[in-house]
């Protein structure tokens, strides 16, 4: 709505004819009020090509400059999780678990204390990886 036809003038007018000052006021707000309400509101839709930033879940990738196909979206980060952990993406949530607990077995810092503070160290930052790994999976899957 353009300036000369918006509701909080034409009200802020009556207001001012019937109540001065005050009805100069609230017929403002009543007139802001009524625009509010009948202002569509404006959506704009973007979409960046070659990200993951769609709703969908896919990416797009270009095979050629003319021709453009649809692939499904896997994050890297979830690929890397499945071979830190040693199992396919096709695990079941118990193969997960007894994955995830075979490797922090082997890996736990406590495990590694006599061998020497390197070797602690590693354990710890292998450990943490495994545990990352685990609850990225389970990010991913809703568990």
Do not use: N
Request: net charge positive; hydrophobic share 35%.
């Amino acid at each position: 709505m353009s300036c000369l036809f918006s509701f909080k003038i034409i009200f802020a007018i009556i207001g001012w004819r019937l109540g001065g000052g005050r009805g100069l006021f609230f017929g403002f707000l009543l007139g802001w009020l009524i625009d509010s309400m009948y202002r569509r509101p404006t959506i704009r839709f973007t979409f960046r090509r070659g990200t993951a930033d769609d709703f969908t879940g896919y990416q797009q990738q270009q095979q050629s400059w003319q021709k453009q196909t649809w692939q499904p979206y896997t994050d890297v980060t979830l690929q890397e999780a499945y071979r830190t952990l040693g199992i396919p993406e096709t695990a079941t949530e118990d193969e997960v678990r007894q994955a995830y607990r075979k490797m922090a077995l082997r890996y736990h810092p406590d495990h590694v204390a006599a061998e020497g503070e390197a070797a602690r160290e590693a354990a710890e930052k292998k450990f943490r990886e495994i545990t990352e790994a685990r609850d990225t999976i389970f990010r991913s899957r809703g568990i």
